[in-house]
């Protein structure tokens, strides 16, 4: 697929400098970028590339100030790293549109109802009574469980396995090994020290818009729904636990695990490897950084907290600061203590 300069400017609304008909197929790095590419500058560490690249078309910031020629044709922006994003997204958008049909061997029930423009990739199976909508993409070796309903324009990423029962809304995207519905980790201690497995009977609702990334696990609730809200984005080797709730457009980094039951609000950002215990709420716009391990109630709206147990960023660096004191302060204990042990001595002595 090749594309002019003018009409990538059309996507994106941005203004062409330099030749409109040069032609692009594909995408590059700017510092790798080579002819018929196309490439973007948002980081001004990587300025000089600008000037050196072989790109022919270059995204570039509305107010960014050139110190040198560039023989690349630009496309100015007001954010060159979202307009790459949006051509990024075509692209994909065009490339997956293109797969339709169903591919042998595979299962569907007779009960199954498929929308139009569907894609079934080998060795897939699709259980009693499953709902899709419009051209969704279920690649090969993907399980879809009885009574599932799924939305359209969904995109099932090979090996992913969902269980019966679950909701997936419009515009989701799956990848590949991700599990959603398994059980939820719940087990009753018994009188003779065993423990008893309670059923799980709930389902996992995936609302509009929402991403998932590879290998996460998404549990079904007890009862009732575990709920990712429109707009998530969940990275990869995510674990999501039963009846937890996440409000809408939060976004959570990978090796990530949410407990039983917490509710997250809308426009959270939760860093990697975060930890928490159940039954907890996080406020809307909470920002958690990277380990922190999550002990209590957040409640607070547009608080920043880090650190174990997780408080406040400036209480928290605050905290650091004064562990690395540590070692001075016992050195210091250490000397008055022998001070004080001389002293005793000359007290003592007859």
């Keep these: 697929m090749q594309f002019s300069a003018a009409q990538i400017a059309l996507l994106v609304q941005g203004k062409v400098e330099g030749d409109p008909q040069v032609m692009v197929n594909s995408f590059g790095k700017i510092e790798e970028a080579g002819a018929g590419q196309l490439s973007f500058l948002a980081n001004p560490k990587y300025e000089q590339y600008l000037y050196s690249t072989g790109a022919s078309v270059i995204l570039l910031n509305d107010q960014f100030p050139l110190q040198q020629k560039v023989h690349a044709t630009l496309i100015r922006v007001p954010d060159a790293y979202s307009a790459f994003a949006t051509l990024l997204a075509k692209y994909q958008e065009m490339t997956t549109a293109a797969l339709e049909g169903i591919q042998q061997p595979s299962y569907i029930s007779t009960s199954a109802r498929l929308g139009t423009g569907v894609y079934i990739g080998a060795f897939a199976h699709i259980g009693d009574n499953v709902q899709t909508g419009n051209q969704v993409k279920i690649f090969p070796g993907v399980y879809i469980g009885n009574n599932v309903v799924i939305g359209n324009q969904v995109i099932i990423h090979p090996g992913v396995v969902i269980y019966h029962d679950c909701i997936i809304g419009n515009n989701v995207t799956i990848h590949a090994g991700t599990v959603i519905g398994s059980d939820g980790f719940g087990y009753a201690p018994q009188s ?31 009862i009732g729904s575990t709920r990712i809200g429109k707009g998530v984005k969940l990275d990869n080797l995510i674990q999501i636990a039963h009846n937890v709730e996440i409000g809408e457009n939060t976004v959570i980094a990978a090796q990530t695990g949410l407990s039983g039951s917490i509710k997250v609000g809308r426009q959270v950002m939760i860093g990697g490897q975060v930890g928490s215990v159940g039954h907890i709420q996080i406020a809307d716009n909470t920002k958690i950084g990277a380990k922190a391990g999550i002990t209590k109630s957040l409640k607070e709206a547009n608080k920043t907290y880090t650190g174990f147990p997780a408080v406040e960023f400036s209480t928290d660096m605050r905290r650091q600061a004064q562990i690395k004191q540590i070692p001075e302060l016992q050195k210091r204990v250490a000397e008055l203590e022998n001070q004080l042990r001389e002293l005793l001595n000359k007290v003592t002595k007859p």
Excluded: H
């Design 192 to 222: 003779d020290g065993t423990l008893s497995k309670v059923p799980q009977i709930g389902n996992v609702v995936i609302e509009d818009g929402v991403e998932i990334g590879a290998n996460t696990t998404i549990d079904r609730a007890t």
